[in-house]
């Protein structure tokens, strides 16, 4: 007779994307554990006290793709999430000296732009419009298990949107906002959001999807929004593991596993570093799938052509962060002193330059640094005063399109130098903060891989590229978050739909295992790329087809007396 097992099902990683699956799980009435290495839940998605007294969200630091069906199902309200946004999305600042605030409501962003470039507010809601139509035939998909990309292609062909295809999916994003922009700034900024955990730059082909991907998410019903956790990012992951609990899952932190135990090619349990023991029907990992397949699994065990192809996977590309304790907001160059202004309540984007972005991909090509950098910026303790005490900020920095491993040097012996070479940078658009640096934290991709246990550094465990999408996410043999070992499951982000604060692998995941368990000979999850778009998208998408309807368009989305009706013309649900 088989003993029964400790658990139902066994998650490595508290990730998340685990406690999503967690939480799903439990809800299904499985006895559940998860296993966490580090002291906190919530793997990159996490809020740390690296200085103390003042708190940072350490790694990912904007609230925007989370689906706001997992934010539903799993009521993550009723156990303490509060998401929000400031009175600005983001603030961009060149290297000019001239700036660009984008608004939470459409009609303050396009007159903004006109200050710009008129023929590109135009062109930006054009854009938006194209955008949403592609978001509308790609997230049907995300909740459910892959589609190959030949279904994904037949969805937009069906659609009449092979065009729309082959530009946000095929184009690098210097080639997608060519066609549609004429301003080098406007360009430069929006090419931000195709550079995210990537190794490449913006002529590199298929980084309109990396683009796409961080650019459709919504918040609150808006599309193309993103905001803020109080708490930090780490808040997202205290409220799944709140629920998960509530519904009876075993979260355990500071619980290191050293390998998945496979009896027969089906996975049994797992063993702890300190040589524990732990039972489980099925088990699952949050890691990257270099880490699930080449570390927690014994060497012999899996097919040497999968441990190859697994080897493949590209998991170039990292990213770093700077967290600075100040005690006087940035005085940004355009701004008489450094009162609070909405250029500090979102996302802060400095010295957006395509040409630098092109220098930083040869750089990180070569493993050194680039001459200047493209820095983000986060200072949530303007709106969360729950982050610093009282007359100090925290203020978080970010640098993408870093080499994973440098050349002829390490990240340990270069991290110190690689930041003052950033903070310098930082200086010559807010000079005031060279006086009023207090303290000073840095992650770097070393850090990432290892503490917190992302592979390279790649905090999306692996390429967003068209080769790494979809049914070949991360390699088509693990899919469908099976792997050749039986009851063993990816739920990470290496897996469909990829990378970013979503959640969704980790419910598909869950969805998948819990169809096996029942013996289900049906694959969860009906397709849906077919689905239809609200009304108001479809009408907004027929006016704006024809040029007198974008004349048309464009002047009612420009006029404040008419902002609930472009709110609402933009819902996604």
């Known amino acids: 007779m088989t003993p029964t097992p400790d658990y139902d099902a066994v998650i490595v990683g508290a990730g998340h994307n685990g406690l999503v699956t967690a939480n799903y799980l439990a ?33 990912a630091f904007i609230a925007g793709l989370l689906r706001p069906e997992i934010i539903a199902e799993l009521e993550l309200e009723r156990f303490g999430l509060d998401l929000y946004q400031g009175d600005a999305l983001s603030f961009s600042l060149f290297r000019d000296g001239t700036s660009f605030t984008m608004w939470k409501e459409t009609d303050r962003t396009l007159r903004e732009l006109e ?49 729309l295809f082959n530009e946000f999916t095929l184009l690098s994003v210097r080639d997608l906002l060519d066609r549609y922009f004429e301003d080098e700034r406007i360009k430069s900024m929006l090419t931000f959001f195709g550079m995210v955990s990537i190794f490449g730059g913006p002529s590199s082909p298929g980084t309109a999807y990396t683009y796409g991907h961080h650019s459709w998410g919504e918040f609150n019903g808006n599309f193309g929004q993103f905001g803020l956790a109080r708490g930090g990012m780490g808040a997202i992951s205290e409220a799944l593991a709140a629920g ?54 014994e060497p012999g065990l899996l097919p040497a052509k999968l441990v190859r192809d697994v080897e493949a996977i590209d998991t170039r590309g990292s990213m770093a962060r700077i967290h ?91 991290k110190e130098k690689w930041a003052d070479l950033v903070l310098s940078d930082l200086f010559t658009y807010a000079p005031n903060l060279r006086e009023h640096i207090l303290d000073r934290v840095i992650i770097t991709p070393d850090d990432l891989n290892d503490e917190y246990l992302i592979t390279d550094g790649n905090i999306f465990h692996g390429s967003m590229m068209l080769d790494q999408l ?77 040029r007198p309807g974008r004349w048309v368009g464009y002047q009612a989305a420009r006029q404040r007396a008419l902002r609930k009706i472009t709110a609402y013309a933009a819902r996604v649900r």
């Open 27 to 59: 809800r299904a009435g499985k006895r559940v554990l998860v296993l966490e290495a580090r002291h906190v839940v919530g793997g990159a998605c996490v809020t740390e006290e690296l200085i103390p007294g003042s708190k940072w969200s350490s790694c």
């Open 115 to 163: 200050k710009i470039n008129k023929h590109d507010a135009q062109a930006f809601l054009d854009f938006g419009v194209r955008l949403q139509r592609f978001a509308g035939l790609v997230t049907p998909y995300l909740l459910t298990p892959p589609p190959q990309r030949s279904e994904v292609f037949a969805a937009f062909e069906a659609a009449g949107e092979q065009t």
């Open 244 to 297: 998960a609990r509530h519904h009876g899952a075993t979260i355990r932190t500071s619980t290191p596993v050293d390998t998945v135990i496979v009896e027969r090619g089906t996975a049994t349990g797992v063993r702890l570093t300190d040589g524990t023991v732990i039972t489980a029907g099925q088990v699952f990992s949050n890691a990257d799938p270099k880490r699930s397949l080449l570390q927690l699994i």
């Open 324 to 414: 600075l304790l100040i005690d006087e907001l940035p005085q940004y160059l355009p701004f008489s002193d450094a009162t609070e202004g909405p250029q500090h309540h979102g996302h802060q984007l400095l010295g957006p330059s395509r040409e630098a972005f092109e220098e930083a991909y040869e750089a990180q090509r070569r493993g050194t640094f680039p001459s200047t950098f493209v820095i983000e910026a986060v200072t949530q303790s303007v709106t969360d005063d729950s982050l610093a005490p009282a007359g100090l900020h925290t203020m978080t920095l970010g640098i993408q399109q870093l080499p994973s491993q440098l050349s002829g040097t390490t990240w340990a012996a270069e």
């Open 470 to 546: 979809f049914g070949a996410r991360p390699i088509p043999e693990l899919s469908n978050y099976r792997t050749p070992v039986r009851n063993y499951y990816l739920c990470g982000s290496g897996t469909h739909p990829g990378g970013g604060v979503m959640g969704a692998n980790g419910h598909n995941a869950a969805k998948i295992a819990l169809a096996d368990a029942q013996g289900s000979v049906n694959t969860p999850g009906a397709r849906s790329g077919n689905r239809k778009a609200p009304w108001q998208q479809r009408l907004v998408g027929t006016l704006m087809s024809t």
